[in-house]
């Protein structure tokens, strides 16, 4: 019965059904029914002149918007209000897509360029068997770059990782990368 009457009010649309007529079709029950409904304001209550009338929710917002102007005034500013919110959130969101681009291809080419530093120091401070300690590629990378040591070592293990058929690290020395818990502390071209 519960459904029955709802869509009953449902129908009535802007104008709402009187709640005599409720009564009328579906006898004295139909009050707890109502009265539970307006307390979870599924549906409206209001004395039109004499008789009550009943309104679903969006058929009475749909009636006070046409009766009262000022009601309508203030609907439209929060329809409005919430429009702009829904802009806002879009722009934010496009913003965050773009930042997150522009940090990817910045990120990228930082790693790009720090391959070419890392590989013009390690031609350079190579000795005659080819290992180069990463101590002293560090050191010129850190001095001319403005990198800490932790960075450094940060973005060789991510190149090594990268280029596995490009370098061959060997374990040893003071610092280097960390490989499967072992310090690897020199690097050669393959």
Same mark, same amino acid.
Request: proline share 2%; aromatic share 8%; net charge negative.
């Given at each position: 019965?519960?459904?029955?009457?709802?869509?009953?009010?449902?129908?009535?649309?802007?104008?709402?059904?009187? @709640?005599?007529?409720?009564? @009328?079709?579906?006898? @004295?029950? +139909?009050?707890?029914?109502?009265?539970?409904?307006?307390?979870?304001?599924?549906?409206?209550?209001?004395? @039109?002149?004499?008789?009550?009338?009943?309104?679903?929710?969006?058929?009475? !917002?749909?009636?006070?918007?046409?009766?009262?102007?000022?009601?309508?005034?203030?609907?439209?500013?929060?329809?409005?209000?919430?429009?702009?919110?829904?802009?806002?959130?879009?722009?934010?969101?496009? !913003?965050?897509?773009?930042?997150?681009?522009?940090?990817?291809?910045?990120?990228?080419?930082?790693?790009?360029?720090?391959?070419?530093?890392?590989?013009? +120091?390690?031609?350079?401070?190579?000795?005659? !068997?080819?290992?180069?300690?990463?101590?002293?590629?560090?050191?010129?990378? +850190?001095?001319?770059?403005?990198?800490?040591?932790?960075?450094?070592?940060?973005?060789?293990?991510?190149?090594?990782?990268?280029?596995?058929?490009?370098?061959? !690290?060997?374990?040893?020395?003071?610092?280097?990368?960390?490989?499967?818990?072992?310090?690897?502390?020199?690097?050669?071209?393959?």
């Amino acid at each position: 019965m519960l459904d029955e009457i709802v869509r009953r009010i449902e129908s009535a649309g802007i104008e709402g059904v009187r @709640k005599t007529e409720l009564k @009328k079709e579906f006898g @004295k029950e +139909c009050e707890g029914i109502l009265e539970e409904l307006a307390r979870e304001e599924r549906i409206f209550i209001e004395k @039109k002149g004499v008789p009550y009338f009943v309104w679903s929710r969006e058929n009475y !917002i749909a009636y006070i918007s046409e009766r009262d102007p000022k009601f309508k005034l203030m609907l439209n500013m929060v329809v409005g209000l919430g429009h702009s919110v829904a802009r806002i959130k879009e722009q934010t969101q496009n !913003i965050r897509e773009e930042i997150e681009r522009l940090s990817v291809q910045e990120s990228h080419d930082w790693d790009s360029e720090f391959e070419k530093v890392f590989d013009r +120091c390690l031609r350079e401070a190579g000795t005659s !068997i080819g290992w180069t300690p990463f101590s002293k590629i560090r050191e010129r990378i +850190c001095q001319a770059s403005d990198i800490t040591k932790e960075k450094f070592y940060l973005l060789a293990g991510d190149l090594v990782e990268r280029n596995h058929g490009k370098y061959e !690290i060997s374990s040893g020395g003071q610092e280097g990368i960390v490989v499967r818990g072992m310090v690897h502390g020199f690097v050669r071209n393959v």
